[in-house]
C-alpha cells in the first residue's frame, strides 16, 4: 500500500515563513505529478503548486512569487516553501501524487491524498 505522510504545519505570523513537506512510502515504482492544494472553511480545494517528475512546476497565481515547490526524487519527497505569508493563505493543505505502484505484483496507477496540515497565519 502507498502512504502520503506531510509534516511542517502550523501558526505563523503575517510575513513569515513556513515549510510543508510530503514522502511518499511504499511499494512505489514511480511518481508522476506531486502538488499541493489547499482547502479554507467554506471554499472549494484548490491547487496551489504542482510539479512534474522532470521539474516543471505550475504555481497558482494567487501565490506566485511567494511559493516555491520542489520534490526529491530520491527520497519520493515533494517540499513547498511559503514565504510572505499573508492570512489569506490560512488553510488545510494537502499532499497530493499520482503514483505507479505494485499491487500484489500488479503496476498499478492510482492518485493519492495526504491527511492533510494546518497552516494558519494570524497574529
Known amino acids: 500500500q502507498v502512504q502520503l505522510v506531510e509534516s511542517g504545519g502550523g501558526l505563523v505570523q503575517p510575513g513569515g515563513s513556513l515549510r510543508l513537506s510530503c514522502a511518499a512510502s511504499?511499494?512505489?515504482?514511480?511518481?508522476?505529478?506531486m502538488g499541493w492544494y489547499r482547502q479554507a472553511p467554506e471554499k472549494q480545494r484548490e491547487l496551489v503548486a504542482a510539479i512534474t517528475n522532470g521539474g516543471v512546476t505550475n504555481i497558482a497565481d494567487s501565490v506566485k512569487g511567494r511559493f516555491t515547490i520542489s520534490r526529491d526524487n530520491a527520497k519520493n519527497t515533494v517540499y513547498l516553501q511559503m514565504n510572505s505569508l499573508k492570512p489569506e493563505d490560512t488553510a488545510v493543505y494537502y499532499c497530493?501524487?499520482?503514483?505507479?505502484?505494485?499491487?500484489?505484483?500488479?503496476?498499478?496507477?492510482?492518485?493519492?491524498w495526504g491527511q492533510g496540515t494546518q497552516v494558519t497565519v494570524s497574529s
Open positions: 511504499g511499494s512505489i515504482f514511480s511518481i508522476y505529478a
Open positions: 497530493n501524487a499520482d503514483i505507479l505502484y505494485y499491487s500484489g505484483g500488479v503496476p498499478t496507477r492510482d492518485d493519492y
